[in-house]
């Protein structure tokens, strides 16, 4: 198997995409409703292709990037324009002449509008905060990879099925400011109310900091989290936040059944950290409530390789366990758990600093065991 990390641009991440699509959406819904009111005598009304092209953006968008509450609302709002200007769009291909449009249709129009309008505010008071690897000197890369957990994962060519992505975040340059711990791995393991983009302002601040530090986003067929249609990968996230949210107790309940899937990405991951990084390191496994208790079998079967555990859920200032980094990537669920759109990047910078706590606490150890084992051969 060959694990190989392609270098990808740092200039935007999925968060910041996902909202230039939802504005671009906003927008031309905006467009296209306006024009009615500006249509008179004549021969073709040639805006009104805009129409289907929203829509088409919109179900891009959710393919793209995922089901949320306004890749959603921009795909209703696109498909009840779409259909309400089904008759336009035939006479636009029909070259019919256009008298003007009727007043119910203005009404609608008017409507929609300021429905857009709205959408297109909010989109953008609770946009992500974009943090730039460039100004704080990271590399960001990643490869997508083919495959299941019984057959195994192989690097995907570009339009294979993609059931792995592996991201790394390290330092640019690599020899400036490496933290002293380097015989470790550090691992992420996402909860599946989040994915690696949702804790990527933690990542880069770690890796700001010297550490290298990899993650995973695993959507394998034989990986099954709802066991239905919902863990398709535009889907399983929001879903995963809505069950979190109407059941919370029934939700917590399950934490120990999600241990079997969290398991079968460590047994997946492992051999793939090992062959890039060496043989000979051992592997800090970073949590986030779903993967504690696997975590935690899973360094006892494995004490050899696993030097420690750090679950971020037991972190008190941490207030949005298992959503991740949410002030900064996604403020509207932040504002659900009573959090803030925070610019200042306060939690991120404090889940760095007590990752490398964690780093420095696992040398220690290690050497206390060294030297303890050095004078045990001499005695």
């Known amino acids: 198997m060959r694990f190989r990390l392609s270098q990808i641009s740092d200039s935007h991440y999925n968060q910041n995409m996902k909202f230039y699509g939802e504005l671009l959406v906003f927008v031309l819904l905006f467009i296209t409703n306006l024009r009615v009111f500006f249509v008179h005598h004549v021969r073709r009304d040639p805006l009104v292709v805009l129409?289907?092209?929203?829509?088409?953006?919109?179900?891009?968008?959710?393919?793209?990037?995922?089901?949320?509450?306004?890749?959603?609302?921009?795909?209703?709002?696109?498909?009840?324009?779409?259909?309400?200007?089904?008759?336009?769009?035939?006479?636009?291909?029909?070259?019919?002449?256009?008298?003007?449009?009727?007043?119910?249709?203005?009404?609608?129009?008017?409507?929609?509008?300021?429905?857009?309008?709205?959408?297109?505010?909010?989109?953008?008071?609770?946009?992500?905060?974009?943090?730039?690897?460039?100004?704080?000197?990271?590399?960001?890369?990643?490869?997508?990879?083919?495959?299941?957990?019984?057959?195994?994962?192989?690097?995907?060519?570009?339009?294979?099925?993609?059931?792995?992505?592996?991201?790394?975040?390290?330092?640019?340059?690599?020899?400036?400011?490496?933290?002293?711990?380097?015989?470790?791995?550090?691992?992420?393991a996402p909860d599946k109310r989040a994915d690696t983009a949702n804790y990527r302002p933690y990542l880069q601040q770690l890796a700001a900091r010297g550490v290298t530090v990899c993650s995973a986003d695993f959507y394998a067929d034989d990986g099954q989290w709802l066991h239905n249609f919902y863990d398709k990968r535009f889907l399983r996230r929001i879903v995963m936040v809505i069950k979190s949210f109407t059941n919370q107790q029934q939700f917590l309940a399950q934490k120990e059944y999600y241990s079997f899937n969290i398991a079968q990405e460590y047994n997946a991951m492992v051999p793939l950290l090992h062959e890039r990084y060496g043989y000979d390191k051992k592997i800090l496994l970073i949590t986030d409530f779903m993967a504690d208790i696997a975590a935690e079998d899973y360094q006892k079967k494995n004490p050899d390789f696993i030097a420690g555990i750090l679950k971020l859920s037991s972190i008190g200032e941490y207030k949005s366990s298992g959503y991740g980094c949410i002030e900064q990537t996604d403020p509207l669920l932040a504002k659900f758990l009573n959090l803030q759109r925070d610019k200042t990047l306060a939690t991120p910078i404090l889940l760095a600093e007590k990752t490398i706590e964690k780093m420095d606490e696992i040398e220690k150890l290690s050497y206390a065991a060294a030297v303890a084992a050095q004078k045990a051969l001499q005695n």
């Open 51 to 188: 129409a289907p092209f929203t829509f088409v953006v919109a179900i891009l968008q959710i393919f793209s990037w995922g089901v949320d509450t306004f890749t959603l609302l921009g795909l209703l709002i696109s498909f009840f324009v779409l259909i309400s200007n089904f008759h336009a769009i035939f006479r636009y291909w029909e070259r019919l002449y256009v008298d003007h449009y009727s007043p119910l249709m203005k009404i609608w129009a008017a409507f929609t509008i300021a429905f857009s309008t709205a959408a297109l505010a909010l989109s953008i008071y609770f946009a992500p905060i974009e943090q730039k690897n460039r100004e704080i000197m990271v590399n960001e890369t990643q490869t997508h990879y083919k495959g299941s957990f019984r057959s195994g994962f192989f690097e995907a060519k570009p339009f294979d099925s993609k059931s792995l992505t592996i991201y790394e975040f390290s330092k640019i340059p690599e020899s400036a400011n490496i933290v002293n711990n380097q015989n470790l791995i550090v691992f992420l």
